[in-house]
């Protein structure tokens, strides 16, 4: 157990909708990441936060946005979904978010756009 | 810009025979770089990492990685495959000093044979 928890494992919804996906980091870490992974693409960093601030950001669409509250808890916001949104999110955590830190990842959602 | 290649899709060994699983890298500047393993449906799951020092990382459950500075590898080594070392392993970079987060390879399956 990695000591990352997120909600819900599993979600379908339709294209065109929102989803919010949550993420509540191993205790003690300050740092949280946003992945996605695909078939196709791979993993691939969406988006960093540390004490509530946005750190860095990757591949993260426009369509996507993400917020880390004070209690170091993350959401995932997508909204206007598309096929191509389907995919595995993951979070993960790690104490400052200094590059040479391990992370430690959630067992992810599963999004399935229909 | 940081780049990880892993050359093989799939690896296929005998139990109890050594297993390699190889990792390439490319970066500018000093590389720290990590091992990761997925199961299925679940999260990432941290394995080891080089930071400096000692070329030859030990990890969890008798990995060991091999830092090769001149020929850019971080080749992922265990003396004995168990069948439940199957999964999908993942190489990963990140800069010192730089603000970009994990870059991560493509992934290798490895299947450790009955």
Same mark, same amino acid.
């Given at each position: 157990?990695?000591?990352?928890?997120?909600?819900?494992?599993?979600?379908?919804?339709?294209?065109?909708?929102?989803?919010?996906?949550?993420? #509540?980091?191993?205790? @003690? +870490?300050?740092?949280? !990441?946003?992945?996605?992974? *695909?078939?196709?693409?791979?993993?691939?960093?969406?988006?960093?936060?540390?004490?509530?601030?946005?750190?860095?950001?990757?591949?993260?669409?426009?369509?996507?946005?993400?917020?880390?509250?004070?209690?170091?808890?993350?959401?995932?916001?997508?909204? #206007?979904?598309?096929? @191509? +949104?389907?995919?595995? !999110?993951?979070?993960?955590? *790690?104490?400052?978010?200094?590059?040479?830190?391990?992370?430690?990842?959630?067992?992810?959602?599963?999004?399935?756009?229909? | 810009?940081?780049?990880?290649?892993?050359?093989?899709?799939?690896?296929?060994?005998?139990?109890?025979?050594?297993?390699?699983?190889?990792?390439?890298?490319?970066?500018?500047?000093?590389?720290?770089?990590?091992?990761?393993?997925?199961?299925?449906?679940?999260?990432?799951?941290?394995?080891?990492?080089?930071?400096?020092?000692?070329?030859?990382?030990?990890?969890?459950?008798?990995?060991?990685?091999?830092?090769?500075?001149?020929?850019?590898?971080?080749?992922?080594?265990?003396?004995?495959?168990?069948?439940?070392?199957?999964?999908?392993?993942?190489?990963?970079?990140?800069?010192?000093?730089?603000?970009?987060?994990?870059?991560?390879?493509?992934?290798?399956?490895?299947?450790?044979?009955?």
């Amino acid at each position: 157990d990695s000591g990352v928890t997120q909600t819900p494992k599993h979600l379908i919804t339709a294209t065109g909708q929102r989803v919010t996906l949550r993420c #509540s980091p191993r205790s @003690g +870490d300050l740092s949280v !990441y946003w992945y996605q992974q *695909s078939l196709d693409q791979g993993l691939q960093f969406l988006i960093q936060y540390y004490n509530g601030e946005e750190r860095a950001k990757g591949n993260i669409l426009e369509r996507f946005s993400a917020q880390q509250f004070p209690d170091l808890h993350s959401e995932l916001n997508l909204s #206007s979904l598309e096929l @191509g +949104d389907s995919a595995l !999110y993951f979070c993960a955590s *790690s104490v400052s978010g200094a590059p040479h830190q391990p992370q430690h990842f959630g067992d992810g959602t599963r999004l399935s756009i229909l | 810009a940081q780049s990880v290649a892993q050359p093989e899709d799939q690896v296929n060994v005998a139990e109890g025979n050594p297993l390699t699983v190889k990792c390439t890298y490319s970066v500018s500047g000093n590389p720290y770089l990590f091992w990761y393993v997925q199961y299925p449906n679940r999260g990432l799951q941290f394995l080891l990492k080089y930071i400096t020092g000692d070329n030859l990382v030990k990890g969890s459950y008798g990995f060991e990685a091999e830092f090769n500075k001149s020929q850019t590898s971080f080749h992922l080594k265990k003396p004995s495959a168990l069948v439940s070392d199957s999964a999908l392993y993942f190489c990963a970079v990140s800069v010192s000093g730089s603000a970009r987060q994990l870059t991560f390879g493509s992934g290798t399956q490895l299947t450790v044979l009955p």
